[in-house]
Nanobody, 124 residues
Framework: QVQLVESGGGLVQAGGSLRLSCAASGRTFSNYAMGWFRQAPGKDREFVAAITRRGGSTYYEDSVKGRFTIFRDNAKNTVYLQMNSLKPEDTAVYHC?????????????????WGQGTQVTVSS
């Protein structure tokens, strides 16, 4: 089992920044690729960003490329999502997820463990 706890969400004005953190406990964190997903009210959960287990490769959804950065610190068992130039359409609950093995995926059902989520609200 892997337990994931997100933090860092909040209310921010458009153009602002937030850094989300996802702290993992349980099994060896570096055995898992990690992803961030988000879900806005009335919408399906969507992929945001992912990173391989050692951090050597990352992948982003098109709408966040150049604005968001995913990175991890395996010594701290934590993955981060730095979000800059935030837009109102980024408003959602953000979840981190862990996938066994090195390779990430954009499909939510490929991930084994999920955090409870943290709310991000961007005002215009």
């Amino acid at each position: 089992q892997v337990q994931l706890v997100e933090s860092g969400g909040g209310l921010v004005q458009a153009g602002g920044s937030l850094r989300l953190s996802c702290a993992a406990s349980g099994r060896t964190f570096s055995n898992y690729a990690m992803g961030w997903f988000r879900q806005a009210p009335g919408k399906d959960r969507e992929f945001v960003a992912a990173i391989t287990r050692r951090g050597g490769s990352t992948y982003y959804e098109d709408s966040v490329k150049g604005r968001f950065t995913i990175f991890r610190d395996n010594a701290k068992n934590t993955v981060y999502l730095q979000m800059n130039s935030l837009k109102p359409e980024d408003t959602a609950v953000y979840h981190c997820a862990a996938k066994s093995g090195n390779y990430y995926d954009t499909l939510a059902n490929e991930y084994d463990y999920w955090g409870q989520g943290t709310q991000v609200t961007v005002s215009s």
